[in-house]
């Protein structure tokens, strides 16, 4: 028996967001815009990594479980069509802690902290020596995922690679134990959008420090998110010319306006001088408003019928389940522990 998922579409697709706060405009260029497109061409499933997400969470829960329906109605107001793509919650899939389990065995400490995604982040969590198991291993419960279905592509940030190459080093473990393929190895699909800033311009953005714009954001949110941009700190006067490079208003003039060549003009005027930072934030803000303003409608009246959203995630979830299940049977007959 193979467990190759049968599909007449090219690739079998997984992504998966740590459910610990709603998603903002970053999600919406690198990853959610690309997953709508994704959906139509191939097989999708979209997790909502509520156990990953408590790997760092375990003291403050309700940051987890308190946006794991927000999480969804952002899938749904940006065009994720759950009859084109399967929505599922790890918390309800009990068969990928236990591909973990088994995973578990092959693969050391030392491998773990050498990830470099993990030891970046305890160094910024300041874990220190007291880093949960769970947040150590996490690698191992997102090669579960990946595997479970056995996906193929998975479209990630580049933040991500490492947790790939650790899956497919599983995955050749597997095999090899296996003397034959029984999972496949993943390919990452790299967002050709590059990453978005934080409005303040520097590298992260975080929700706590209040420098990202939400989907659900409201008007006067985005108003005051755009008002306080960092531009260039040496653009002091209007007619003086202004730097383009790391100037925020710019970045996301470029992601997010329909008409290019209009931004192109607009940033040769401002590079030349004669163009305030007043006018480039308030083009930015219509721009904004105008792209915010369905989606925020939408997400709210997704809210507002909660039973809707968990019955999506039920569903993704049951469906879900039933293809991890196929996969962890051959995982366990490798280790011949398919006893009855
Ligand atoms: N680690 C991913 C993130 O932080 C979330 C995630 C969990 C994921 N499981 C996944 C991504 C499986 C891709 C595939 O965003």
Not at 5 to 30: C, F, M
Request: glycine share 6%.
């Amino acid at each position: 028996m193979s467990t190759k998922i049968q599909s007449d579409k090219p690739e079998v697709i997984l992504t998966g967001d740590r459910a610990t706060g709603p998603l903002h405009l970053g999600h919406y260029v690198g990853s959610l815009k690309p997953r709508v497109a994704l959906q139509s061409v191939h097989e999708q499933t979209i997790l909502v990594a509520d156990m990953q997400g408590l790997t760092d969470n375990a003291h403050n829960p309700s940051k987890v479980s308190s946006n794991i329906l927000n999480v969804v109605a952002d899938y749904l107001a940006v065009g994720i069509d759950p009859s084109k793509t399967t929505i599922c919650l790890q918390s309800q899939i009990p068969t990928l802690a236990e591909l973990t389990m088994y995973y578990s065995n092959l693969v050391t400490i030392a491998r773990l902290e050498r990830n470099p995604t993990v030891k970046s982040e305890i160094q910024s969590k300041g874990f220190e020596r007291s880093i949960p198991a769970g947040f150590l291993t996490y690698p191992i419960s997102q090669a579960a995922d990946i595997t479970a279905f056995n996906a193929t592509l998975i479209p990630v940030g580049d933040d991500q690679l490492p947790m790939l190459e650790q899956t497919n080093e599983i995955v050749r473990k597997i095999n090899s134990l296996a003397g034959e393929t029984i999972l496949n190895e993943c390919k990452p699909l790299l967002s050709r959008a590059s990453r978005l800033p934080s409005t303040d311009g520097k590298n992260k953005m975080s929700k706590t420090m209040g420098n990202t714009i939400n989907l659900g954001a409201t008007e006067k949110e985005i108003r005051a998110a755009v008002k306080s941009m960092y531009t260039d700190p040496n653009h002091l006067r209007v007619e003086d010319p202004g730097k383009i490079e790391g100037n925020v208003v710019f970045t996301y003039l470029d992601a997010f306006h329909p008409d290019e060549a209009y931004v192109s003009d607009l940033k040769e005027h401002y590079q030349r001088g004669g163009l305030g930072d007043g006018t480039t934030k308030k083009i930015l803000e219509e721009c904004l408003q105008e792209l915010l303003a369905p989606i925020r409608k939408q997400r709210a009246e997704y809210l507002n019928d909660k039973e809707q959203l968990l019955d999506i995630l039920r569903k993704g979830s049951e469906v879900s389940r039933a293809k991890a299940e196929r996969v962890l049977h051959e995982v366990k007959g490798v280790f011949g522990l398919n006893l009855f």
